[in-house]
């Protein structure tokens, strides 16, 4: 049962949202235009899968994807740095090609029309 109306998955830490997300903006942007948001956890962003997902989208050029990534540094099993480090985060998926801003998400207001990733 979905407790959040707009939530269409809730996939977990392996690193399939980002690849389900793709494939529901490929599927659905030729019906509508619209926007598909994915928020994924630092810890989670270490499974390659998401990588692959990365990759996929900025190739096929996906534009109505945002992906939102909590970058608190903290993961189930510990620290995301003792566990393995995913710094420079915002490198990484400007080289895979996506518009990466960098946006505090605890003072959004003064982060100055700061958004999250997204594809070019």
């Not at 707009?6 to 659905?28: D, F």
């Not at 895979?96 to 960098?102: A, T």
Request: include cysteine; proline fraction near 3%.
């Amino acid at each position: 049962m979905r407790f959040i109306p707009s939530l269409e998955a809730s996939t977990g830490s392996l690193g399939e949202g980002l690849s389900l997300g793709l494939g529901m903006a490929l599927a659905r942007s030729s019906i509508r235009a619209f926007r598909v948001y994915v928020v994924l956890g630092d810890g989670e962003i270490q499974e390659g899968q998401i990588w692959e997902a990365a990759m996929f989208g900025a190739f096929h050029h996906v534009d109505n994807i945002v992906a939102i990534v909590d970058h608190n540094k903290i993961q189930l099993d510990g620290w995301v740095a003792d566990i393995m480090a995913v710094d420079p985060l915002a490198d990484k998926w400007r080289s895979f090609g996506w518009h990466v801003i960098d946006c505090e998400g605890n003072d959004i207001p003064t982060s100055r029309k700061r958004s999250p990733m997204r594809l070019k």
